[in-house]
């Protein structure tokens, strides 16, 4: 099988030799070492690491919630400076307003730019289909499973039609038949919207499951260490995990991954003699 990317689509975002880095206890802490990464239009991207190896603190940046300490980072090639309505972020924890109906939520991100109440309804309806939550329209976030909940959040972010859509473990606190479903469905709705999509997860199944790239992060400092191209053609269900091929790049990635954290392991244990 081929490698999905399509290598005409265009580069949206452009990431040259990021340095991220706080002060602690008088020293420097470097969490982000040199890196560099381009991403594509309309690519779903999974990072992977150990904790700690600075994913979530890369997703921050690409969102603007954090200033790189040097190198670059473009979007549409333009610097990233800010947060801006272009890029929409679904966190682990639950992002609800548990004051608020489903639909309420859903209509809350778009509440300041589409004055008009029926133009307000009709997307919010269009994206509670997207997500299957039409039924619970009225219900309030009391009233749903954490699955339903986790919806609710990936319907805030999308209803405003961001350009990349930055999702940080969105399903790690789920048991596994719900993170399962809502990976279909969520898969089902990325064809559909084709929306740039960056996805954080400790999870390597669902890093492969998902992706059509998979970015291997080592740690101490946080670098690149693999980039994996997801051969499998869309659309994927869940029998996809059961086939002797995802097995075998499973198998390979965990060797990466495992490879990298022995290396690192070794690394600081020469560096600081323990």
């Not at 309505?85 to 939520?105: C, E, G, L």
Request: glycine fraction near 6%; charge should be neutral; proline fraction near 4%.
């Amino acid at each position: 099988m081929a490698a999905l990317r399509d290598e005409k689509k265009e580069l949206i975002i452009s990431i040259e030799k990021l340095n991220f880095s706080y002060a602690s206890q008088g020293r420097q802490n470097n969490v982000i070492d040199q890196l560099d990464l381009k991403i594509y239009d309309q690519e779903f991207l999974s990072i992977v690491g150990a904790s700690g190896c600075g994913k979530s603190t890369l997703l921050n940046i690409i969102a603007g919630l954090l200033p790189p300490k040097s190198g670059a980072i473009y979007m549409d090639g333009k610097p990233i400076t800010a947060p801006g309505p272009d890029r929409t972020m679904v966190f682990q924890d639950d992002a609800v307003f548990p004051w608020y109906s489903v639909k309420d939520n859903v209509s809350y991100g778009i509440k300041d730019t589409v004055k008009d109440k029926d133009a307000r309804n009709g997307k919010v309806e269009e994206t509670l289909r997207l997500v299957g939550l039409s039924e619970n329209a009225k219900m309030f976030p009391r009233q749903l499973s954490g699955g339903m909940r986790k919806r609710v959040d990936v319907a805030r972010a999308i209803i405003t039609k961001p350009q990349v859509l930055l999702m940080d473990e969105p399903f790690a606190a789920l048991d596994v038949m719900t993170k399962q479903n809502l990976q279909e469905e969520f898969l089902k709705i990325w064809n559909e919207t084709k929306m740039t999509v960056i996805f954080v997860t400790h999870d390597l199944e669902e890093a492969l499951y998902m992706a059509d790239r998979v970015v291997v992060m080592s740690s101490h400092p946080g670098r690149i260490s693999k980039i994996v191209d997801v051969p499998f053609s869309r659309s994927r269900d869940k029998d996809l995990k059961t086939t002797s091929e995802f097995a075998k790049l499973r198998r390979e990635l965990s060797h990466i991954f495992d490879t990298k954290q022995i290396e690192e392991q070794s690394e600081i244990q020469e560096r600081y003699g323990e």
